[in-house]
């Protein structure tokens, strides 16, 4: 597998910590050259120091001009994208009726609009390609509801209903287009699950964890290597039939 992806250019969105850096690793393992995008340019330069082919450039998925501006720059530096993953997201947490405008807004700008920008700047950079693929990571949230956080929910359901749509529309083009719906995984984001129920419950942060892992189907916190290679299984040879699916990790019992 170390060079089933040599010539291809990755472009990673949210690629500086968590489960974007997790992918960008995972896609220069197997011989891409891969872009990270994200808000904060230490955290992207680190990991980009630490792999060769890992370049970094910062972009805000939730402003258009500054992304597109990510993806020109990306392209000027490495080529063509063959791959892009639509990583970049946020989360906030309360009850519905507290919920204000502006943190619903503010929620549904990175990650339901963030990847529709993703999206179309991916699809526009590879209308001369016939081979492409495009991966957002949704969400065990955009599958199902849970508590608190609603308008989180609403965008990852949003973001499988983007990719479903896309998928048709691009099934003759040789690009597909496929989500990942990760349970509560090993992420800043998790650390800061927890640090809020510590805080509003009085639960330890031991506790904490175990709650959320149980939320999950198998009853653990899922790793970002497992995230990352369900995206690499997406875009090596073999995988051209599959379109149009939202994949869960891990997967219910049927």
Known sequence: MDMMLKNRHALVT???TGLGAAI???LVGAGASVTIVGRRRDPLEA???EHP???AVVGDVTHEDSLMAAFAEAISANGPLSIVVANAG???SAPFARTSLEAFERVIAVNLTGVFLTLREAVRSMADSRWGRLVVISSIAGLRGDCYIAPYSAAKHGAVGLV???AMELAKSGITVNAICPG???TPMLEQSITRIVTRTGRSEEAARELLAGLNADGRIVAPEEVAQAVLDLCLPGSEKVTGQAIQIPKDPS
């Open 14 to 16: 949210g690629g500086g």
């Open 90 to 92: 946020a989360a906030e």
């Open 53 to 55: 082919r890992i370049h």
């Open 184 to 186: 509560y995984a090993a």
């Open 164 to 166: 479903r749509s896309l």
């Open 24 to 26: 960008a690793v995972a």
């Open 47 to 49: 990991l980009a120091a």
